[in-house]
């Protein structure tokens, strides 16, 4: 059992920056791949960006590859989401995910545990 709980979300202006982290509950944190997920209103989640469990690997999703840059601390549990060059359009609900086994990083079928999302707003 993998409880994930993220923070740093805010408010920010078009430009500017936020970093999002996730702690992760429980010893086996360094076995699951990470990602992280976004849902704005009205629209599916989608994926943004995903690690693999060593850290050696990292995946984005096209509009966001060289903005943001995920990375994680397995001796603290915990995995983060630098977001730097904020868009208006980067606005949604933030969400950290564990997937223990999976084929395609991006799946959101893939994942086993959710955090409960942060809210993330960019301003023009």
């Known amino acids: 059992q993998v409880q994930l709980v993220e923070s740093g979300g805010g408010l920010a202006q078009a430009g500017g920056s936020l970093r999002l982290s996730c702690a992760a509950s429980?010893?086996?944190?360094?076995?699951?791949?990470m990602g992280w997920f976004r849902q704005a209103p009205g629209k599916e989640r989608e994926f943004v960006a995903g690690?693999?469990?060593?850290?050696?690997?990292?995946y984005y999703e096209v509009s966001v590859k060289g903005r943001f840059t995920i990375s994680r601390d397995n001796a603290k549990n915990t995995v983060y989401l630098q977001m730097n060059s904020l868009k208006p359009e980067d606005t949604a609900v933030y969400y950290c995910?564990?997937?223990?086994?999976?084929?395609?990083?991006?799946?959101?079928?893939?994942?086993?545990?959710w955090g409960q999302g942060t809210q993330v707003t960019v301003s023009s």
């Open positions: 995910a564990a997937a223990y086994d999976f084929s395609s990083i991006a799946s959101i079928a893939e994942y086993d545990y």
């Open positions: 429980g010893r086996t944190f360094s076995s699951y791949a």
């Open positions: 690690i693999s469990w060593g850290g050696g690997s990292t």
